[in-house]
C-alpha cells in the first residue's frame, strides 16, 4: 500500500489567494499547501479521499492518470470542488466514477451537481454514480476500510482506516467509539489546523495529546494553515511526529513504514 499525501492545507490553501502566508516562510517550500486530500494505492486500485478544488493539480504532480473510486469525508468545498474534473476519467474509462459518501454529503453532491449524475442530454451523459456509506466496514473499489464519525463543528466529518493506516482530516473531537478504530496504527494522518484552538478543528496541543493518547508509529499532521509554518511546528514535535508536506509518500512494505518526499529529497 502506498498513500500519497496530495495536499495538507487548509480551506484557503497556504499563501491565501490574496498572497497572504500568515506566520509561515514564505521561503520554505515546505509551506506551500494545498487543500487537503490522499491518495490511496492498495491492490492495483487507486483511491481519492476527498476531491477539492486543487485535485487536477495534484493528480498531475503525481503522473496517476487513472483513478477508482473517490470517497468523502464530509461536504464541504475544500473536499469536493474538484468534482468536475472527474468527468476526464469517465470519458476515459467509458464509465462513471463511482463516488462514496455519507447521506448528507451525497445529498449535497445531488443537489449542487445534479448534471454529473443525471445525463443532460445526449452531449452530456452523467458522470458518476454515488453509493451511500455509514460507520462500520465498507468496501471501495473491492477494498476493505472502516469508516468512523469524527466532530466537525456542527457536522459530521469520516475518518478512515485500511489496514495499519488511518486517516483523519477535519474534526474537532472523536468519539471515543471511534477512537477504538485509532489503535495500533503504523501511520496515522490527523488534523491540526493550528497553534490556537478553533471552534470546529483540532490544533496543536489537543492533536499532539491525541497522538501520544493513542501511539501510532508514525503521525503527519494535515490540514495546516497559513499560521502554521513547518520549521516551527517542528521545534515543538515529539519523535515520531511531522507536519505533512505535499507530495509526502508513505510506503507500506511489509512491516516497514517509509516516509519520504520530493522537498526533502531535493535539498
Ligand atoms: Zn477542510
Ligand atoms: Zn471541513
Known amino acids: 500500500m502506498r498513500i500519497i499525501i496530495l495536499g ?13 502566508w500568515g506566520n509561515c516562510d514564505p521561503n520554505n517550500p515546505r509551506n506551500r499547501r494545498r487543500r487537503a486530500s490522499i491518495l490511496l494505492e492498495i491492490q492495483g486500485k487507486i483511491i481519492l479521499i476527498d476531491a477539492g478544488p486543487d485535485m487536477r493539480e ?43 459518501g455519507d ?16 445525463q443532460v442530454d445526449e452531449f452530456y451523459p452523467s458522470f458518476v454514480t ?3 456509506f455509514s460507520e462500520g466496514k465498507i468496501v471501495v473499489a473491492g477494498i476493505e476500510m472502516c469508516a468512523f464519525p469524527q466532530h466537525h463543528g ?13 486517516y483523519s482530516t477535519d474534526f474537532h473531537h472523536i468519539p471515543d467509539k471511534s477512537l477504538s478504530q485509532l489503535r495500533r496504527l503504523k501511520c496515522w494522518v490527523v488534523d491540526c489546523l493550528r497553534f490556537k484552538p478553533h471552534p470546529t ?57 517509509i516516509i519520504y518526499d520530493k522537498v526533502s529529497m531535493l535539498c
Open 154 to 166: 456542527n457536522m459530521v466529518s469520516w475518518g478512515f482506516r485500511v489496514g495499519d493506516f488511518a
Open 58 to 100: 495534484q493528480l498531475l504532480d503525481t503522473g496517476i492518470t487513472n483513478i477508482d473510486a473517490v470517497i468523502f469525508t464530509h461536504a464541504h468545498s475544500d473536499h469536493l470542488r474538484g468534482i468536475d474534473d472527474l468527468r476526464q476519467f469517465a470519458i476515459r474509462n467509458k464509465h462513471p466514477i463511482p463516488l462514496y
Open 130 to 132: 454515488v453509493h451511500p
Open 8 to 20: 495538507c492545507g487548509s480551506s484557503g490553501g497556504v499563501p491565501l489567494i490574496t498572497g497572504e
Open 201 to 257: 478543528h483540532s490544533f496543536f496541543a489537543q492533536t499532539v495529546e491525541l497522538i501520544q493518547k493513542l501511539q501510532p508509529e508514525q503521525a503527519i499532521l494535515t490540514h495546516m494553515n497559513q499560521d502554521f509554518d513547518y520549521d516551527e511546528a517542528v521545534k515543538h514535535l515529539p519523535p515520531g511526529i511531522q507536519p505533512g508536506i505535499d507530495g509526502m509518500i508513505v510506503e507500506f512494505s511489509g512491516e516497514n513504514v
Open 103 to 118: 447521506e448528507h454529503t451525497l445529498k449535497s453532491i445531488k443537489i449542487n451537481y445534479p448534471y454529473a449524475l443525471c
